[in-house]
């Protein structure tokens, strides 16, 4: 991700003289800031120019800023507190500060390889619940089975409704061998029906393509292709996996998006492109409402039958890919209704070594429909039932085998083809 920080300073500092002059802020002007105070101006310059909300929540973003210089800011920690405080006035979990060891681990995490329990988590407005988008293939998390929509209501004991969304992670995280105990609720149980799982913390390879050459009836060759994340190996990856299906003699596909918390944007787009023959991946909506769009303009690596399998744990870039495949004909989609994250968020580098994740924008599919706490709705509906890992893609999977079904069926075959 690029490095977006740089000429702000000009504007703010016009601004700033403004407001001395008219005698509305007893705050300094910007070149007697103190160090704390150049930090937290920085943050507000960068969610001021790029946050999707130029409302800000409906209040007066430079007054919020006001407010925050007022207050003594004497070390790091404090001013960590304040600019963390400042954010939350925006009521969105994705716009966050990311201390500079939370950062590092962001940076690896996208690029690869991290070290923990391997949960992809939010953070539910008004309650604060944490929830589980999804665990991570071949996770301590996902060997526990700890499952999309879980609730994680304490974490070594400590209640997580007390913890923002990087502090929770904060606490997951920790040396290899080392274990943490998660309280998890279901979805719909009682806080009362919780059990404490404890986890042995590991190292986690993102290699996130798995893929199989399954023979089925009606001489249906399936490439079975399940990818667990969007990171920067991904569409590499993948693409690979193809070839060599293609090289085997697949003669239809299956795309396995279930419990694929997303990742990096232009990874679900590069994706996209290897299976669409022309036309649009994704719009972005920024916020003065000018649409963008990423469009594909290349040939497909294959034009065989495809079928994505989704479920509640398929989020954000999962949902820019099968929305794609979706509304340009190219794929069916089978299993439940997607997680619902249509909002993009870009990562700038702080001048501290911290970082900071601003909403920019929202994406809508190729057919303009919004995703954002809607989801995705599959054009096969087929709940899943409990499985083992062992079990996925196999008879007892039976999302899996409504995708089979598709394949197999003479006129899907002649359709797609």
């Given at each position: 991700?690029?490095?977006?920080?740089?000429?702000?300073?000009?504007?703010?500092?016009?601004i700033?003289?403004?407001?001395?002059?008219?005698?509305?802020?007893?705050?300094?002007?910007?070149?007697?800031?103190?160090?704390?105070?150049?930090?937290?101006?920085?943050?507000?310059?960068?969610?001021?120019?790029?946050?999707?909300?130029?409302?800000?929540?409906?209040?007066?973003?430079?007054?919020?800023?006001?407010?925050?210089?007022?207050?003594?800011?004497?070390?790091?920690?404090?001013?960590?507190?304040?600019?963390?405080?400042?954010?939350?006035?925006?009521?969105?979990?994705?716009?966050?500060?990311?201390?500079?060891?939370?950062y590092?681990?962001?940076?690896?995490?996208?690029?690869?390889?991290?070290?923990?329990?391997?949960?992809?988590?939010?953070?539910?407005?008004?309650?604060?619940?944490?929830?589980?988008?999804?665990?991570?293939?071949?996770?301590?998390?996902?060997?526990?089975?700890?499952?999309?929509?879980?609730?994680?209501?304490?974490?070594?004991?400590?209640?997580?409704?007390?913890?923002?969304?990087?502090?929770?992670?904060?606490?997951?995280?920790?040396?290899?061998g080392?274990?943490?105990?998660?309280?998890?609720?279901?979805?719909?149980?009682?806080?009362?029906?919780?059990?404490?799982?404890?986890?042995?913390?590991?190292?986690?390879?993102?290699n996130?393509?798995?893929?199989?050459?399954?023979?089925?009836?009606?001489?249906?060759?399936?490439?079975?292709?399940?990818l667990?994340?969007?990171?920067?190996?991904?569409?590499?990856?993948l693409?690979?996996?193809?070839?060599d299906?293609?090289?085997q003699?697949?003669?239809?596909?299956?795309?396995?998006?279930?419990?694929?918390?997303?990742?990096?944007?232009?990874?679900?787009?590069?994706?996209?492109?290897?299976?669409?023959?022309?036309?649009?991946?994704?719009?972005?909506?920024?916020?003065n409402?000018?649409?963008?769009?990423?469009?594909?303009?290349?040939?497909?690596?294959?034009?065989?039958?495809?079928?994505?399998?989704?479920?509640?744990?398929?989020?954000?870039?999962?949902?820019?890919?099968?929305g794609?495949?979706?509304?340009?004909?190219?794929?069916?989609l089978?299993?439940?209704?997607?997680?619902?994250?249509?909002?993009?968020?870009s990562?700038?580098?702080?001048s501290?070594?911290?970082?900071?994740?601003?909403?920019?924008?929202?994406?809508?599919?190729?057919?303009?429909?919004?995703?954002?706490?809607?989801g995705?709705m599959?054009?096969?509906?087929?709940?899943?039932?409990?499985?083992?890992?062992?079990?996925?893609?196999?008879?007892?999977?039976?999302?899996?085998?409504?995708?089979?079904?598709?394949l197999?069926?003479?006129?899907?075959?002649?359709?797609?083809?």
């Amino acid at each position: 991700m690029r490095k977006q920080i740089a000429h702000f300073g000009f504007t703010v500092g016009i601004i700033l003289g403004f407001a001395v002059l008219l005698g509305l802020s007893r705050i300094p002007s910007a070149y007697a800031f103190t160090e704390e105070q150049r930090l937290v101006s920085e943050v507000w310059r960068l969610v001021d120019r790029a946050y999707v909300d130029d409302s800000f929540n409906h209040q007066n973003w430079w007054q919020v800023r006001q407010k925050v210089l007022q207050q003594p800011l004497v070390n790091r920690e404090q001013t960590y507190t304040a600019i963390q405080k400042m954010l939350a006035t925006l009521d969105d979990p994705f716009t966050r500060l990311l201390k500079p060891d939370q950062y590092r681990s962001l940076q690896t995490n996208t690029s690869g390889e991290l070290t923990g329990v391997g949960l992809q988590i939010a953070q539910e407005n008004p309650t604060g619940e944490l929830r589980v988008i999804a665990p991570i293939e071949g996770s301590p998390a996902a060997q526990a089975g700890i499952k999309p929509r879980d609730r994680i209501l304490k974490i070594n004991g400590y209640p997580t409704v007390n913890l923002s969304l990087d502090e929770a992670a904060e606490r997951m995280r920790g040396p290899i061998g080392s274990r943490v105990t998660l309280t998890i609720a279901q979805d719909g149980q009682e806080a009362s029906q919780a059990k404490d799982v404890l986890l042995v913390r590991d190292r986690i390879t993102l290699n996130p393509v798995y893929a199989d050459l399954k023979q089925e009836a009606n001489d249906a060759r399936i490439g079975y292709i399940r990818l667990s994340q969007f990171n920067a190996n991904a569409s590499t990856e993948l693409a690979h996996a193809i070839r060599d299906l293609e090289q085997q003699g697949a003669n239809a596909y299956i795309l396995d998006l279930r419990s694929n918390p997303g990742g990096l944007l232009q990874s679900g787009i590069d994706i996209a492109k290897l299976w669409l023959d022309g036309g649009t991946v994704v719009y972005t909506v920024n916020r003065n409402g000018i649409q963008d769009s990423f469009t594909d303009e290349g040939t497909a690596l294959t034009d065989d039958p495809l079928v994505v399998l989704v479920n509640q744990g398929t989020a954000s870039a999962s949902e820019i890919l099968a929305g794609a495949l979706q509304d340009n004909g190219r794929a069916q989609l089978v299993g439940e209704r997607t997680f619902g994250k249509g909002l993009i968020q870009s990562l700038f580098s702080l001048s501290d070594g911290s970082g900071l994740a601003v909403t920019i924008a929202k994406y809508e599919t190729p057919n303009h429909h919004d995703i954002n706490k809607q989801g995705i709705m599959p054009d096969v509906v087929v709940p899943i039932d409990p499985i083992e890992r062992d079990q996925i893609a196999t008879a007892a999977d039976r999302q899996y085998q409504a995708a089979v079904d598709l394949l197999t069926h003479h006129a899907v075959l002649a359709g797609a083809a």
